[in-house]
């Protein structure tokens, strides 16, 4: 059973705000580190989202990480979704994500959330997800917590 997502309009101002630094920081103006994607508004957008959520892995993350701006578009509507609080497509999305392959950081019991990242064509949730400790240090799946790399607002 496929689900659609209505739009945001939210969604298109973001994407404006994202051009408008991007323009901005093409004449020059500098505000912190840049991506170092070429993927265009994407990134900008990335951007924008990430400012909520952590720069660096935590001390004691020994896995990969992955720029914002390299997530598929699906991962950043998640994101998006999670930095608007809702609401999810899915009733398992903000659940408490148990850590029981013990591939994250170890942490008390309801410190990570999950969230769906929607896979285009599948008819149930597929394999990619989101989960987020304590509300900033995000983490993406795309084998279903087979792996994970930490996700970061600029360039892996």
């Known amino acids: 059973?496929?689900?659609?997502?209505?739009?945001?309009?939210?969604?298109?101002?973001?994407?404006?705000?994202?051009?408008?630094i991007l323009l901005v920081g093409c004449s020059g103006a500098t505000s912190g580190p840049g991506p170092t994607s070429t993927r265009g508004p994407a990134v900008t957008s990335a951007h924008a989202v990430g400012a909520r959520f952590s720069t660096d892995p935590p001390a004691d993350w020994s896995g990969g990480t992955i720029g914002m701006g390299d997530l598929l578009s699906e991962a950043l509507d998640t994101l998006q979704l999670v930095a608007d609080g809702g609401p999810y497509p899915f009733r398992q999305d903000d659940g408490i994500f148990g850590n029981r392959e013990g591939i994250l950081p170890p942490r008390p019991h309801g410190t990570y959330r999950e969230y769906t990242?929607?896979?285009p064509g599948a008819d149930d949730r597929g394999a990619r997800r989101l989960v987020i400790g304590d509300g900033r240090d995000v983490y993406h799946t795309d084998d279903h917590y087979a792996s994970f790399r930490f996700v970061v607002p600029y360039g892996a």
């Open 117 to 119: 990242v929607e896979t």
């Open 1 to 20: 059973m496929m689900r659609g997502r209505p739009t945001r309009p939210g969604r298109q101002l973001l994407v404006l705000v994202g051009l408008l």
